[in-house]
């Protein structure tokens, strides 16, 4: 079963840190890009960082450049996203989703999880 779950959201001040799972099934984890998203209220959906295990490969937006870490477990199938020095302007719910292309454009994902919410106060 094709399965994406996020966890590890929460309120944080701004300066902060928080650590995002994407806990993925196997299939996805293998063979899928995983990217983190995020939609801000009032705001279109936008990407942050792609992971591939498979072509072992990273890619952040300019948002995400030098603040945010994407990485992989392979044992575990959870990609993660360190968020480091957090804004008021990364609040949003972020998602991750899979997949089969190398894509920032949300529009070509297919799988997605339920989404966690990020909080940050100023």
């Known amino acids: 079963e094709a399965q994406l779950v996020e966890s590890g959201g929460g309120l944080v001040q701004a300066g902060g840190s928080l650590r995002l799972s994407c806990a993925a099934s196997?299939?996805?984890?293998?063979?899928?890009?995983i990217g983190w998203f995020r939609q801000a209220p009032g705001k279109e959906r936008e990407g942050v960082a792609l992971?591939?295990?498979?072509?072992?490969?990273?890619y952040y937006t300019n948002s995400a450049k030098g603040r945010f870490t994407i990485s992989g477990d392979n044992a575990k199938s959870t990609v993660y996203l360190q968020m480091n020095s957090l804004k008021p302007d990364d609040t949003a719910v972020y998602y991750c989703?899979?997949?089969?292309?190398?894509?920032?454009?949300?529009?070509?994902?297919?799988?997605w999880g339920q989404g966690t919410q990020v909080t940050v106060s100023s």
């Open positions: 989703a899979a997949s089969t292309l190398w894509a920032i454009d949300p529009q070509h994902y297919e799988y």
């Open positions: 992971f591939s295990k498979k072509g072992g490969d990273t």
């Open positions: 196997k299939r996805l984890f293998e063979d899928y890009a």
